[in-house]
């Protein structure tokens, strides 16, 4: 069965760039989708199809797929940026999601 | 806005089924197709499956092994997910969030919006 896998955690300072990668095998075949759950909350759709962003997502968020590797880029980080970020992408007609990325802005 | 409003919390012995409700207001609810996922207490998200709201098909994760039932009522502009067989590994949040566009390729879309989360404990 087809796996996503994105590092545990990844932390950032204040105003810098938070980058966090999401691996699978031809993963630059398929849109790739970001979702940002804040402790509690349900979680929130912050990029589609790869590098599209959300009308009410912060411009700062951004997305590229290329190879084996999509990456979720965060430039300008902020404290409201905290949560954990998922990658998802499609296996034919199922829905896969990757383990998880805690973001601490620290 | 667009909004998926869940049922409330539910406590349940093992063994017992569980029906969590999805009520969809302000789109076409027979237009998109409705994925269920959940998240065990400090774990990842777990996708289940989805449910074309338009014509009733389904499609569910192999991780369930037919435990899983995906239904819904178009009159009612609500879906429902129905577990059986609980477990206390089956303590989770349960969520359902709106999927593609039934009209284009599911491919292109994600789960752009999502229900509240409903609290399930499985505890004997």
């Known amino acids: 069965s087809y796996e996503l896998t994105q590092p545990p955690s990844v932390s950032v300072s204040p105003g810098q760039t938070a980058s966090i990668t999401c691996s699978g095998d031809?993963?630059?075949?398929?849109?790739v989708f970001w979702y940002q759950q804040r402790p509690g909350q349900s979680p929130v759709l912050v990029i589609y199809?790869?590098?599209k962003r959300p009308s009410e997502i912060p411009e700062r968020f951004s997305g590229s797929n290329s190879g084996n590797t999509a990456t979720l880029t965060i430039s300008g980080t902020q404290a409201m940026d905290e949560a954990e970020y998922y990658c998802?992408?499609?296996?034919?007609?199922?829905?896969?999601f990757g383990g998880g990325t805690n973001l601490t802005v620290l | 806005q667009v909004q998926l409003v869940q049922s409330g919390a539910e406590v349940k012995k093992p063994g017992a089924s569980v029906r969590v409700a999805c009520k969809a207001s302000?789109?076409?609810?027979?237009?998109?197709?409705i994925h269920w996922v959940r998240q065990a207490p400090g774990q990842w998200l777990e996708w289940m499956g989805w449910?074309?709201?338009?014509?009733?098909?389904?499609k569910y994760s192999q991780n369930f092994k037919g435990r899983v039932t995906l239904s819904r009522d178009t009159s009612a502009g609500a879906a429902y997910m129905e577990l059986s067989g609980l477990v206390s590994e089956d303590t989770a949040v349960y969520y359902c969030?709106?999927?593609?566009?039934?009209?284009?390729?599911?491919?292109?879309?994600?789960?752009?919006?999502w229900g509240q989360g409903t609290t399930v404990i499985v505890s004997s």
């Open positions: 199809q790869g590098s």
């Open positions: 031809r993963l630059g075949d398929k849109y």
């Open positions: 449910i074309n709201a338009g014509n009733g098909n389904t």
């Open positions: 998802q992408a499609w296996d034919s007609s199922l829905i896969i």
């Open positions: 969030a709106r999927g593609w566009d039934l009209k284009r390729n599911y491919y292109y879309y994600g789960m752009d919006v």
């Open positions: 302000r789109y076409t609810f027979t237009n998109y197709a």
